[in-house]
């Protein structure tokens, strides 16, 4: 059975690939993803405020070490908080790179479209076979411009495509005005991957303390939804490859995505919850449901229930959404 793929021109055993995780940082556990089956591993990622301190010595332009300009930046973690310093990250993606035989994705996280980008060169002649751009931003400023924020997106795509060789793929959040127009775009741009998608981390209340608390939880299969949703609205519509990220808990989620139209499911939750060796079961439960079909291979399962070959898939969207609300009976 046939379950190879390609992303990011990329030739890839399988569509499962290991996402950003702080798994990354150990070069024993990569090891052990490549031994369980992982076809690729995404590298944790590189904080353009990591970048910034350690160029110009500067969080956000201002100097973290200037008490009148702490109160803004204090939360932000110490340059020894990071597992590793932007010099040391690209020394540690060259050993990776030597001691494992998949390929490996470089991850920078950032929010503005400025010179920290230009680490980007230094990643790719350490060795990475791409880069994950992750433009992780909360605007909060009212007066900014759903035009505006997709236009600095596009020309940080055009950016990256002129800096580098190697090819890149945009990590994405739903929450933009019309989310398919800013995929095209994306994709005119000259994006080689969209990876659907980013996960908010909102701090919660604590209301003994009256404060936010920080707040993190593994993803479950509840957040596939709109994951599968988008997939299959973008399937066979644009250049670039398309990436499942958040709600991957199951074997059967694995599958959704490839139905939806992805070329590859990126696992992060569920191999922090069972380890590497979770990779296994991932294959051999799509392995068993590709037998139970007769399928020989992932081109005649990927994009099997996009919404590319329906004429109206708008209608079908809003016919599905009432049908949905007719469902609950009291």
Known sequence: MNLSTSYLGLELASPYIAGASPMSARLDCVKRLEDAGCAAVVMHSLFEEQITLATSGMIRHRDPFDPEMAGPIESFPAAEDYAFQPDEYANHLRLVKRAVGIPVIASLNGATAEAWLRHAVKLQDAGADALELNMYQIVTDLDASGMAIEAQLRDVVHEMKRLLRIPIAIKLTPFYTAFGSVAR???????????????????????????????????????????????????????????????????????????????????????????????????????????????????????GLSTSGLEDPEAVERANYIRTLHSWKV
């Open 185 to 303: 775009q994306l994709d005119r741009a000259g994006a080689d991957g969209l990876v659907v998608f980013n996960r908010f981390y909102q701090p919660d209340i604590d209301v003994k303390t009256i404060s936010a608390a920080p707040s993190l939880e593994l993803s479950r299969s509840a957040e596939l939804r709109l994951r599968l949703h988008w997939l299959a609205n973008l399937y066979g519509r644009l250049d670039a490859d398309l990436a499942a990220s958040g709600g991957i808990e199951t074997p059967e989620d694995g599958i959704k995505a490839l139905l939806a139209g992805a070329d590859v499911v990126q696992l992060v939750s569920a191999i922090l919850r069972h380890g590497p060796g979770y990779f296994r079961m991932m294959h051999q439960g799509l392995e068993r449901w590709m037998e139970w079909h007769h399928l020989n291979g992932l081109g005649e399962v990927r994009g």
